[in-house]
């Protein structure tokens, strides 16, 4: 009882300990995971358990391969937290081919595969490791964990290897998540900011694909990136993934496209993974699906394009510090520079001791020093005197006092005879020192140069197959709706008011997809636009329904309505660009009484002719008339319009279509997406009036002849030509015939009439392109070839050179074939001509 009571007491007494304890536990928890587990070193790039792992491989280093569950076992004398760690650490690293040489199955980030077990797989530090990673001399050591070994606190790491390699980490409190960036472009980077000028940075993935960088903000919190996939159209039926973003695998991209024709915003009859060396996932479209669309929609609704938002947050001076890649670059390469010189700086301090140890061995020896060990002396110390007061006429000679130890050292070379043989070799190696302590001192001088000179030997020796391998682009926005496929069944229950995809039993509409607009019209006069649901409430009788196109400025609505209070009836026309949805709108004067009599959508802008009867006993003499939409202006939706009668009708019909009112559609094409647009976007191609066509020649030879679809894309890289099609135009192209080594003219006049089919008009054969088309009345080409003083130069009226043929012609030879031609149209007087070139 006693025992017990004292121990209470001891307790008691300790509260205020143990509380000032638990106050500071989670910090200090926090405070170890931020250094010493999920944030690198602005030092090395490293987080600790990499740099251990870099640590024990050195400390194993013999050239040859280790297994890897050998270089983990040797790890984890420098690493607390078991072998699980240090082996993933360890594959990661292996994974991204940079500092550590791999043998045998590592596993594949495209796919998702994971290594083998470490007692099968094999590593050994890379030769650009060994270069830029270690130096002893330059290394700042401490204890181990369990006090038995010295271990890096930082590896002397001379490169941008946290820019190069990228990091993932998930702290207390924090994050970070550095993107990855190409070798070769860190290297030019850091030259340049060496020599104060300014550079970009932009990520790069092992993975391929393309990027888009316009917010990346230096990597800083707030940026993002978005990455794509590069999909290609095997043809009108298949497309193939060639790529896949960072971060996404093989199997999570197939299972994304498999959710997304689960949710029907995509239509496709299987997926197919045949990866092997190269990723390739093949995707084989659902009957009479676009192939355009369906790779917008993999953009839009699958892992095909993922945004990742960088976070770079890296350890500086024992706190975490959020900074961009430039400062990032700025701070590692003048660490490197640091690094350097303190290596020139030993080097010296080396090369200096090797100088005076061999200055000294050869007055030792030139002056015969040595005889004074044959001399009888007392005691050693004695012998060490003589030999010291032996060198004090030549102390001049050396750069600094000679020291006991330098002369012990002397005293222990083994005593010969000496010949001139000998004094020349010292005298010789006394020069070559003396020219590598001018270099050292150059060299220190001119650090800046050195330091350059250092990255682009890096760049030489190692920068060979590490080109960019991530597209950088700028992607177009896809909106859902323009990309969505028809997924939902619309219904109607017209005289009850009801529209909706869960009104099965009533009267189908049509097909639509689950992102759509829908615009009502009731014989009230109400228009309303609602979004697709299970049912919405519209108003009774409701007259028309269609999907809503927002700012659509081509579809006119033609309406005859009367007006419940006054009996007048009123025609307008007007457009629906842009509503509030769920918002009704009165197309009358307003009175519950009034009704629609009349209506019509023209997709162009057409004005009918109608014919309208009234009422049999109204006080009219002509009891049939006929209304032109023709004489109506177009106005806005809430004009009242003009009126039409005064007496009630009855009926009112179509007696003659009407042609479009309004001028063609101005279309444009985007170089830079490939797209068609409205927006004044690109080249100009002309107005279009109903069915009008586009030619599109391509740099490899093809022609097709397409619609005025927007949502289709072309090839932007391959298109040379594009502009309104006239089928009376002749065209005439040069091309390239690799296999003669030859230019060749044609003219053709285009006769198929199959649309978004590609018919090839240049002769076949690999490397075959086309250099210059155009469609001009009487083309002439000026033509320049040759070199300095052999350049010859011409115009050539090329209908006077080639005949107008079918497009399958070979055509006539116009010149041999050279690097340095060039060639460029002459544009007419009137300044008409195109001036197209490949």
């Not at 490293?46 to 792992?53: A, C, E, G, N």
């Not at 207390?172 to 070798?183: A, E, M, Y």
């Amino acid at each position: 009882m006693s025992a017990a009571k004292n121990k209470l007491t001891e307790v008691s007494s300790n509260d205020h300990g143990l509380h000032g304890q638990y106050k500071t536990w989670f910090l200090d928890y926090a405070s170890y995971v931020i250094l010493e587990r999920a944030v690198p070193a602005i030092e090395d790039g490293l987080k600790p358990v990499q740099r251990r792992i870099l640590h024990a491989m050195k400390e194993m280093d013999d050239g040859r391969y280790n297994k890897v569950a050998n270089i983990i076992g040797q790890a984890m004398q420098y690493h607390p937290h078991g072998d699980a760690s240090i082996g993933d650490a360890l594959v990661n690293m292996g994974q991204k081919d940079l500092l550590i040489d791999t043998q045998g199955n590592w596993g594949d980030v495209r796919t998702g595969d994971d290594a083998a077990a470490a007692r099968y797989i094999e590593a050994r530090l890379s030769k650009f490791a060994l270069e830029v990673a270690f130096n002893a001399k330059t290394t700042e050591w401490q204890l181990s964990y369990d006090g038995r070994k010295n271990e890096p606190v930082a590896l002397p790491m001379k490169f941008p290897l946290l820019l190069a390699q990228g990091a993932d980490g998930i702290a207390v409190g924090l994050s970070t998540k550095i993107l990855p960036h190409n070798f070769c472009e860190i290297i030019e980077a850091a030259i340049k900011h060496l020599r104060g000028k300014r550079f970009e940075l932009h990520p790069d993935f092992l993975t391929g694909g393309m990027i888009d960088v316009a917010d990346y903000n230096q990597g800083k919190r707030g940026g993002k990136v978005k990455v794509r996939a590069h999909i290609e159209e095997v043809d009108k039926k298949t497309l193939a993934i060639k790529s896949v973003p960072y971060g996404v695998t093989t199997t999570q991209l197939m299972e994304s496209i498999v959710k997304a024709n689960e949710q029907n915003k995509i239509k496709i009859k299987k997926v197919t993974d045949n990866t092997a060396a190269e990723v390739e996932i093949q995707v084989d479209l659902a009957p009479g699906i676009s192939p355009d669309i369906t790779i917008d929609a993999l953009y839009k609704f699958t892992d095909c394009e993922i945004s990742i938002s960088p976070n770079a947050c890296v350890i500086v001076a024992d706190k975490p510090q959020f900074l961009g890649v430039q400062e990032l670059l700025k701070l590692s390469v003048d660490k490197t520079r640091d690094l350097l010189e303190q290596e020139l700086k030993i080097k010296l301090n080396e090369l200096q001791e090797k100088w005076h140890y061999t200055s000294l061995e050869k007055i030792f020896f030139e002056e015969k020093i040595y005889k004074e060990l044959e001399k009888k002396h007392e005691t050693w110390e004695k012998v060490l005197d003589g030999i010291d007061k032996a060198f004090v006429p030549f102390k001049k000679q050396l750069k600094r006092a000679i020291t006991q130890e330098d002369i012990i050292k002397l005293t222990e070379k083994p005593v010969r005879r000496i010949y001139k043989l000998d004094i020349d070799e010292l005298n010789d190696q006394i020069k070559g020192l003396e020219a590598e302590i001018k270099q050292v001192k150059n060299d220190l001088n001119n650090l800046v140069d050195f330091a350059v000179a250092y990255f682009e030997n890096l760049l030489k020796k190692y920068g060979k197959d590490r080109g960019r391998k991530t597209e950088i682009k700028q992607f177009e926005i896809i909106e859902a709706k323009s990309v969505a496929i028809a997924n939902a069944r619309l219904y109607v229950n017209r005289e009850e008011g009801f529209i909706g995809t869960g009104l099965k039993k009533d009267e189908l509409l049509f097909e639509c997809s689950d992102l759509d607009d829908i615009i009502v019209f009731a014989k009230r006069g109400i228009m309303k636009v609602v979004k697709v649901s299970d049912k919405a409430f519209i108003g009774k009788d409701i007259i028309h329904a269609a999907v809503f196109q927002k700012n659509d400025e081509r579809t006119t609505y033609n309406m005859i309505y009367a007006d419940g209070k006054g009996g007048k009836s009123f025609a307008k026309r007007f457009n629906v660009t842009g509503v509030t949805r769920d918002k009704e709108y009165d197309l009358t004067k307003g009175d519950e009484k009034s009704k629609v009599h009349y209506l019509s959508v023209n997709r162009n802008g057409e004005a009918e002719l109608v014919k309208i009867t009234l009422t049999p006993g109204c006080a009219a003499h002509k009891k049939e008339l006929e209304f032109n939409f023709a004489e109506l202006e177009i106005k806005g939706r809430s004009s009242m319009g003009n009126t039409v009668t005064k007496y009630p009708i009855k009926s009112v019909r179509l007696k003659e279509a009407g042609v479009s009112t309004i001028a063609g559609k101005k279309l444009w094409y985007d170089d830079q997406f490939g797209r068609l647009n409205t927006d004044e976007k690109g080249q100009f191609l002309g107005m279009f009036e109903g069915d009008e066509r586009i030619l599109v020649v391509y740099s490899d030879g093809n022609y097709e002849i397409t619609d005025q679809e927007l949502t289709q894309k072309l090839d932007s890289e391959k298109v040379i030509c594009i502009e309104k099609f006239n089928p009376g135009k002749i065209v005439t192209a040069i091309y390239a015939d690799m296999e003669k080594k030859q230019f060749m003219a044609k003219r053709f006049k285009i006769e198929t009439t199959t649309l978004k089919n590609k018919f090839l008009f240049i002769k076949e054969g690999e490397g075959n392109y086309v250099e210059a088309v155009t469609t001009a009345e009487e083309p002439v080409l000026a033509m320049q070839q040759g070199r300095g003083a052999q350049i010859r130069k011409g115009k050539l009226k090329i209908a006077r050179i080639a005949e107008v043929t079918g497009y399958r012609t070979v055509g006539t030879k116009l010149a041999d074939y050279s690097k340095s031609t060039e060639m460029e149209w002459v544009k007419s007087k009137e300044g008409n001509q195109p001036e197209l070139f490949g």
